[in-house]
C-alpha cells in the first residue's frame, strides 16, 4: 500500500514536470501535483485567479502528457488556499 502510494506521488510529480513549461512563470509556484486517481489527475492551485489561467491551458496539457505516454482523461483543479495564522 504504501509502495503504491508512493509510486502515484512521484508519477503526479513527474507529471507536473512534464507540463511545467506550459505554466506561465509567475504561476509555477502556485501549483503543485496532486492525487491521481485512474485516468484523472488532479493540480492544487493556491488561488483562484491562478486557477482561472491554469483551467485555459488544461486541453493542451492534456494533449502533451498523452503524446509523452500518460492516460489521462481529465486533469481536475483544486483551489487550497493557504491558512493564515
Known amino acids: 500500500m ?11 510529480t513527474a507529471r507536473l514536470d512534464a507540463v511545467e513549461s506550459m505554466i506561465p512563470a509567475v504561476l509555477r509556484t502556485a501549483v503543485t501535483a496532486g492525487p491521481i486517481d485512474g485516468t484523472n489527475w488532479c493540480l492544487i492551485v493556491n488561488s ?13 496539457m492534456e494533449a502533451l502528457l498523452r503524446t509523452k505516454g500518460w492516460q489521462v482523461s481529465a486533469i481536475r483543479l483544486k483551489v487550497q488556499i493557504p491558512s493564515r495564522r
Open 2 to 12: 504504501l509502495a503504491r502510494l508512493s509510486e502515484l506521488s512521484k508519477d503526479s
Open 48 to 60: 483562484s485567479a491562478a486557477a482561472a489561467k491554469i483551467r485555459q491551458l488544461l486541453p493542451a
